[in-house]
């Protein structure tokens, strides 16, 4: 079986791959991210990925498999990425607050002989948030290194009203489907 390489530091996705019980390693990927706003989003995270994970496997000389992944939140056909400050992490909070927005992963999976992208799609439905919620999120700290100011799996699930579709799509990593395109690869 070939060796499976992680581009990313994400806790979260190293956790979700974990589930799927195949040994991986972790390099980094350090690409400076690129996309034009005009491509639809599912279009913006598959090439974030790929860029992601082309980069790491450039970078190894070996015949590995190489999985990236990029997560954002997107609303009124805007894209918010991390918050950069308790500020912009308040207006992201709000903007989302009794409103629904979609969450998009996009997939790559490259290696010597070949390379696939796909992406999943979630819809994510806030209650309506007061304004001490909303700061009493942001002192967590928990909006900062997540796209669209939340992390699902933690305190950031009693914001949540209702998801449709992938749960871990939201979290950072459509695990089923990516155990599933996985498979050939690791051959």
């Given amino acids: 079986m070939k060796k499976l390489i992680l581009a990313s530091s994400s806790p979260r996705r190293k956790e979700l791959l974990s589930y799927a019980q195949i040994p ?3 390099v980094v990927s350090h690409v400076e991210e690129h996309f034009n706003e005009k491509n639809d989003p599912n279009e913006i995270v ?5 860029q992601k ?3 790491v496997a450039n970078i190894l000389d070996q015949d590995v498999v190489v999985l990236g992944a990029d997560t954002i939140v997107t ?5 918010l990425g991390k918050p950069k400050d308790e500020n912009e992490a308040r207006m992201m909070l709000k903007q989302l607050s009794g409103r629904e927005h979609i ?5 790559a999976i490259v290696s010597a002989d070949e390379s696939t992208t796909f992406y999943e799609e979630t819809k994510v439905q806030f209650w309506e948030l007061s304004d001490e919620e909303i700061d009493s999120y942001i002192k967590s700290g928990e909006p900062f290194d997540k796209a669209g100011a939340y992390g699902i799996q933690q305190l950031g699930s009693i914001l949540v009203k209702r998801i449709d579709g992938d749960y871990f799509n939201v979290v950072g990593l459509p695990i089923a489907r990516t155990y599933r395109e996985l498979k050939s690869f690791l051959k």
């Fill in 24 to 26: 991986f390693e972790i």
């Fill in 46 to 50: 598959q090439a974030l990925a790929l």
């Fill in 53 to 55: 994970a082309e980069a």
């Fill in 75 to 79: 609303i009124d056909d805007q894209i």
């Fill in 103 to 107: 969450v998009y992963t996009g997939v």
